[in-house]
């Protein structure tokens, strides 16, 4: 079998690790994986024997010059679909002339989509789309457009560049011989449009991703990721549960740390809630951690932390972030906050692995609960049966991406 996939740049700070993984597992199977994707700063990220053509679509990297070159390009996308159709004239060299089975497109909005379906329909073989993210699950105020427009129109401008993407996408939706995407939500969402859509969880690699039982010093909270903004993540009970520990003198600065491990515009709004509680003695900020560290310091964890939405907070929807199913993958007990009933809450409590809560007694409780164990053994032990650990992996969802690819090779 050969393939040809469609990627995004490989941005920190996961490098989409659901890709990189499809691409392993098709290539361990013997299938010969051809990948087109955009230029970034990490381009090294593409696996072994995976054939990759890169395309560099912004020239201009730093200053006035390259927010001139957005704008233009941003404002011709819109109208007649810009970014889609550079990347199909820039590519025709690499696939013209080659015979493939299948065209796969993996998108966290809409683009490249429209140059995948161009190419499978040229070619007239099945295409299958992945959806990581979608713009119906969050606010048009979340993080749609990489340089936010100004207030005074800035709504306007987000809501026609959303509804304009969100019709393309349909559009290549109704067309795909299957889609694939990442929570139940997302599923019932997408099946509107594409009823042969399927659920596959981002999941963890179990490669890599392995329990280890390891004493620390000091109960270790950590939490690994971005913080988009104070509504789609915050960190307030868990704030207000050390708080108050810490006033009891349970929790000190000698035996307790709080480690996020961030980005600098997710550091900023962490530690600007963070100063209403005076814990900045617990409290310490790492960049974001590069990849062969990240499995000893989620083992070294007392406690993962996990971030969502508040529950009155509307507009979120089946946000199940990927570093989630990394703390089932090293079975660390979970901590997520707040409840908002959702995908991610219902997993959890499913999984029996960790606290998924809105209530500061119930946070307060689980910390000490956990800080108990950790005096009383020096760790703390994951309660996730192993069945169901690897029910989630990452192999499982390939498995059944494998299987969904066949079929539509062979009914096409």
Not at 207 to 219: A, D, G, R, S, V
Not at 340 to 348: A, G, Q, R, T
Not at 382 to 409: C, H, P, Q, W
């Amino acid at each position: 079998m050969r393939i040809l996939i469609f990627g995004e740049a490989f941005l920190p700070p996961a490098y989409l690790p659901r890709v990189r993984y499809f691409m392993t597992y098709f290539t361990d199977k013997g299938w010969d994986v051809d990948l087109i994707f955009e230029s970034s700063d990490n381009q090294n990220q593409v696996p072994d024997n995976v054939t990759a053509f890169v395309i560099n679509y912004y020239k201009r990297k730093k200053g006035v010059t390259a927010k001139i070159e957005w704008l233009f390009k941003f404002i011709v996308n819109l109208f007649y679909d810009y970014k889609g159709r550079y990347f199909y004239r820039k590519s025709k060299s690499f696939f013209e002339g080659k015979q493939y089975d299948l065209v796969f497109c993996s998108s966290s909005f809409t683009f490249p989509l429209t140059t995948a379906a161009k190419v499978a329909k040229n070619k007239n073989i099945p295409l299958f789309v992945d959806l990581r993210d979608i713009a119906e699950q969050s606010p048009d105020d979340n993080y749609y457009i990489a340089n936010k427009p100004p207030k005074y129109i800035g709504n306007f401008i987000t809501n026609t560049y959303k509804r304009i993407q969100i019709n393309r996408r349909n559009e290549i939706l109704k067309i795909a011989n299957g889609v694939t995407t990442v929570s139940p939500w997302h599923v019932q969402t997408l099946s509107k449009y594409n009823p042969n859509t399927h659920l596959i969880y981002n999941g963890f690699d179990e490669t890599k991703f392995i329990p280890e039982k390891i004493e620390t010093e000091q109960f270790t909270i950590s939490y690994f990721g971005r913080v988009y903004n104070e509504h789609m993540q915050n960190p307030q009970l868990l704030f207000n549960a050390l708080q108050n520990l810490n006033k009891k003198g349970i929790i000190t600065g000698e035996n307790t740390r709080v480690r996020w491990f961030l980005d600098e515009s997710s550091k900023s709004i962490v530690q600007k809630i963070a100063k209403e509680y005076s814990l900045d003695n617990l409290n310490e900020y790492h960049e974001f951690i590069k990849t062969n560290e990240l499995l000893t310091e989620m083992n070294k964890s007392s406690i993962l932390v996990v971030l969502c939405n508040f529950a009155t907070r509307k507009k979120y929807f089946g946000i199940m972030t990927t570093k989630f199913f990394e703390a089932v993958g090293v079975n660390r007990p979970v901590l997520c906050m707040p409840n908002n009933h959702d995908n991610l809450s219902e997993i959890i409590k499913q999984t029996n692995c960790g606290l998924v809560s809105s209530d500061n007694s119930e946070v307060e409780t689980f910390l000490l609960d956990k800080f108990t164990e950790w005096k009383s053994i020096g760790t703390t032990i994951g309660t996730l049966d192993e069945s169901v650990r690897m029910n989630y992996s990452r192999r499982k969802g390939a498995e059944i991406l494998e299987n969904l690819f066949l079929n539509a090779i062979i009914k096409h």
